[in-house]
């Protein structure tokens, strides 16, 4: 389906013709006439299938034609400021031709930015795209007035929740008119996610996009190692496939910092990048990487969805990721815009059994590297044991005798990954120029001859 098929205003049209959008993605063509038709939606979607287009873009649409005035229209949610700020980017090119404007909510900023962010919501930006706790932190003040919301929109909700903002999300869903439009997006539909939906959507459509599989571009490659292993692992994997704009990703943030350490004392160039860093750090950061000052990134899953960068050579996962999506993510960080990479993951005993899900998703086994001698011996794959392949007991006779079970341990193991954050799909690279605003965000009314650049999601 064409975009000129669904029924947008010629001057969305226009903005996504000169950006040469003319082919909805799936989740595009399912989502966009719900919301069009004023409907709630529940959709499942992973980031980069165009879900951000296809709430932007109809919700453009109706503030264009139906805007209350100096009024906060619309709420977007994100888990992160990084996913913040991309939407707004966004946000920006599809309504370049049209007198909506936005304003992003976020931390880490220094007070000119608090300033501005507080200027917009109390003269009313047509669209907030914020953090939960952040927009909290305004609404605190008392003059945030969300009472003429018309459209709240969750986005990376399942995220949302594992990091700990549902309270935060129903506060400020209390505070809007129930008679909302109400749109939640999410990667996965855990329970905690279902009881959300049925307490804030009412009827909603529903849409759910299958996820993609990796790119066959990337060389997909699997470590069985002991945990004492992974290190020694990781600088064998250096020297022969790749020193260079590499991303390691580890479970935790205190496991990054201390990789970190442990390879800047080995001589590499490398740096870390989680969510304990501010703004101001984590930008620094990236640009050393794109400049080649930095080698390696060791990063939680804040980099799986939190960057565009085309000549990644090598991902290596040091831990297994949570889920089947986020292995997909955080691989496809390499063989962006037609260029080849390598992605290794270093699977230890407790953590087979997550990657033999990882592999039933994939629908194939993930060939094996064969490591030298020198690094001893192996153990075998055999995620069905609670011991990883020495020999260990089983599940069911680990619990019998008091032991926690895999699914405890699972639970255990996920509450100490770092939260992950969005990332702009594969593609144009640009971020769209931001636009003459009035203080407090506002932008100028007009009608510039070309939009800019931008991504579909």
């Known amino acids: 389906m064409t975009f000129d098929e669904l029924d947008l205003s010629d001057d969305i049209l226009d903005a996504l013709d000169a950006m040469h959008f003319t082919e909805c993605t799936p989740i595009q063509e399912q989502a966009i006439p719900a919301v069009l038709e004023g409907r709630d939606l529940i959709a499942v979607a992973q980031t980069g299938t165009g879900k951000t287009a296809a709430y932007l873009l109809p919700v453009i649409d109706r503030l264009a034609s139906q805007p209350e005035p100096d009024a906060i229209n619309c709420i977007v949610m994100s888990p992160t400021r990084e996913l913040a700020q991309q939407i707004d980017r966004q946000m920006e090119g599809f309504s370049y031709f049209l007198p909506v404007n936005s304003v992003a909510i976020y931390g880490g900023t220094d007070g000119a930015t608090f300033a501005q962010q507080q200027r917009g919501l109390k003269m009313g930006a047509d669209v907030v795209i914020a953090t939960p706790g952040r927009l909290l932190a305004h609404m605190s003040m008392g003059y945030v007035d969300l009472s003429k919301v018309q459209v709240l929109i969750l986005d990376e909700a399942d995220r949302m929740l594992d990091m700990g903002f549902y309270d935060d999300i129903m506060q400020i869903v209390a505070a809007t008119p129930a008679t909302r439009q109400t749109l939640m997006f999410s990667a996965t539909m855990p329970p905690k ?133 986020d292995y997909v993510h955080r691989i496809g960080r390499t063989a962006r815009a037609g260029a080849g990479g390598s992605a290794v993951t270093l699977v230890g005993e407790r953590d087979q059994e997550r990657f033999a899900g990882i592999e039933d998703f994939l629908g194939k086994p993930v060939r094996r590297e064969e490591m030298p001698p020198e690094f001893g011996s192996m153990p075998e794959f055999t995620p069905g044991t609670r011991s990883g392949g020495r020999g260990g007991k089983n599940r069911a006779t680990s619990r019998k005798r008091g032991g926690r079970s895999r699914d405890k341990k699972k639970k255990s193991e996920a509450s100490a990954a770092a939260p992950v954050e969005a990332v702009a799909p594969q593609g144009s690279e640009g971020a769209a120029p931001r636009k003459r605003r009035h203080r407090g965000g506002r932008r100028r009314k007009g009608r510039p001859q070309t939009p800019p650049s931008t991504e579909a999601e």
């Open 193 to 325: 996610i279902k009881q959300m939906a049925q307490k804030i959507l009412n009827h909603p459509a529903e849409v759910k996009i299958a996820v993609s599989r990796p790119a066959d571009s990337i060389d997909q490659s699997v470590v069985i190692c002991h945990e004492r292993q992974k290190t020694p692992v990781l600088r064998h994997l250096f020297e022969t496939k790749a020193d260079k704009r590499v991303i390691v990703f580890a479970a935790s943030k205190l496991k990054v910092k201390e990789l970190n350490r442990e390879l800047r004392r080995a001589g590499y160039k490398s740096a870390e990048m989680h969510s304990d860093l501010e703004q101001t750090r984590r930008d620094e950061v990236m640009h050393d990487f794109r400049s080649a000052r930095v080698d390696i990134l060791v990063a939680t899953d804040i980099l799986a969805r939190g960057i565009d960068i085309d000549d990644i050579a090598l991902v290596v996962n040091y831990d297994v990721p949570r889920e089947a999506e």
